[in-house]
């Protein structure tokens, strides 16, 4: 019942702007959002972690998109977004949003923290 929808990922030009975002629900469970991330994976390589931002707002970036990429959330929302700047055809990728979460149903105890992964949107950077 937990999703993560992305959405935002399209087409741009070398030099050009894509904001993503996701968005964590819960159906009828409640959900407490922590550490939500931004992987991606680009054809032939392995899936790799782009920028974590903790509930805190405390964030982290790899170093090939420092500079360029900046991660933010809104917690009233559960949305995760990336503001991708002066891409590079090197950041084509499939772009998914992680989230560690816990859960509870009505008002009961929340569970343990839960790995949870969007279904992925794709980011081309192509002239």
């Known amino acids: 019942q937990v999703q993560l929808v992305e959405s935002g990922g399209g087409l741009v030009q070398p030099g050009g702007s894509l904001r993503l975002s996701c968005v964590a629900s819960g159906g009828i469970l409640s959900i407490n959002v922590n550490v939500m991330k931004w992987y991606r994976q680009a054809p032939g390589k392995q899936r790799e972690l782009v920028a974590s931002v903790t509930s805190a707002n405390s964030t982290y970036y790899a170093d090939s998109v420092k500079g360029r990429f900046t991660i933010s959330r809104d917690n009233a929302k559960n949305t995760l977004y990336l503001q991708m700047s002066s891409l590079k055809p090197e950041d084509t990728a499939v772009y998914y949003c992680?989230?560690?979460?816990?859960?509870?149903?009505?008002?009961?105890?929340?569970?343990?923290?839960?790995?949870?992964w969007g279904q992925g949107t794709q980011v081309t950077v192509s002239s």
């Open positions: 992680n989230a560690d979460l816990r859960t509870r149903v009505g008002g009961g105890f929340w569970s343990a923290l839960q790995d949870y």
